[in-house]
């Protein structure tokens, strides 16, 4: 395994009773990526997370942590990571700084300056018993008491659901902090597109148990195009090309939604069906639809 692979996983099955839910997926995550898991609810993101992180047992293939098993993880490979899950459990009667003191402990290089910055910033009293606690501030809790002892690696599974707007952009401001420097690398698993794009590096998007993408992200932007074609002739119900996620025909018009759209294609469109020709860029969260679109029609 390469030094600078932090994560790999090779052929990954997951799947619970006769139900697969990961198909044997490839997935590689070098030092300083800040990688977004995208996917629809129920698609197994967590469930991958948990296999990475050795939480639960592969079905088949295999996977990398440090370049070790996830599910027999060392001490030390423990200590170069950080998870916040998607429900955090702490305990109840403690203090937020004895929660804080407690985990830190176990940190030789616990960082209280950022822990304490992070309070201050994310304005969680002290003195308030985790009990208590709305869910937004657990999570808030939780995040701190990953990021405290600044991890190679943080993994995040959905970490600002419970997250109100203000302090969504607080917790992407503070890891857009801790990974400036590119030695440190995240996954995370979101479905608000928005905030992956102001993060993230490089998308994964999981769709029927594999990768559909994983790409840079602005790599991903290229690839995916919806075309609005217009055509002289009425254009066959069979109209298809190359790549197509989702095409809608009408009369001399079409509407198609493509990956690896270039210009050697769009010139043989105008050629082919003296077609006129208009490309749209698309965000992420359009991405995101297309892919997920009803398959296209041929």
């Known amino acids: ?94 203090t937020v700084s004895q929660v804080i003191a407690y985990t830190a402990a176990f940190y030789p290089r616990w960082d209280f300056q950022l822990s304490e910055e992070l309070l201050q910033r994310w304005d969680l009293p002290r003195d308030r018993r985790v009990g208590p606690m709305s869910p937004g501030q657990m999570q808030k809790l939780g995040l701190i008491l990953a990021l405290g002892h600044r991890p190679e690696l943080l993994v995040l599974d959905e970490p600002v659901a419970a997250l109100d707007p203000i302090a969504r ?40 148990g594999k990768l559909a993408l994983f790409d840079d992200l602005d790599a991903v ?32 018009t079409a509407l198609v939604a493509a990956t690896n759209v270039n210009e050697p294609m769009l010139t043989e469109l105008r050629s082919r069906w003296q077609a006129d020709i208009v490309v749209e860029n698309l965000n992420l969260e359009e991405i995101f639809l297309e892919l997920h679109q009803q398959p296209a029609r041929s």
């Open 169 to 208: 952009r607080e917790f992407l401001k503070s890891l857009l902090e801790v990974t400036q420097d590119e030695q440190h690398t995240v996954l995370f698993s979101t479905h608000i597109t928005s905030d992956l794009e102001r993060v993230a590096s490089h998308v994964a998007l999981l769709k029927d």
């Open 1 to 94: 395994m390469n030094d600078n692979v932090i994560v790999e996983a090779t052929g990954l099955c997951r799947q619970f009773g006769k139900t697969p839910v990961l198909r044997g997926l490839n997935l590689s995550i070098e030092r300083g990526m800040v990688v977004g898991l995208l996917g629809t609810n129920g698609c197994g993101k967590s469930t991958l997370v948990k296999c990475l992180l050795g939480l639960l047992r592969l079905s088949g293939g295999s996977a990398r942590l440090f370049g070790e098993d996830p599910w027999t993880l060392s001490g030390a490979a423990k200590a170069r990571l950080g998870y916040v899950p998607q429900d955090v459990k702490l305990y109840p009667w403690m």
């Open 221 to 252: 932007k290229d690839r995916v195009k919806r075309l609005r074609i217009t055509t002289a002739q009425p254009l066959p119900g069979s109209f298809a090309i190359a790549g197509a996620l989702r095409t809608e025909v009408e009369g001399t």
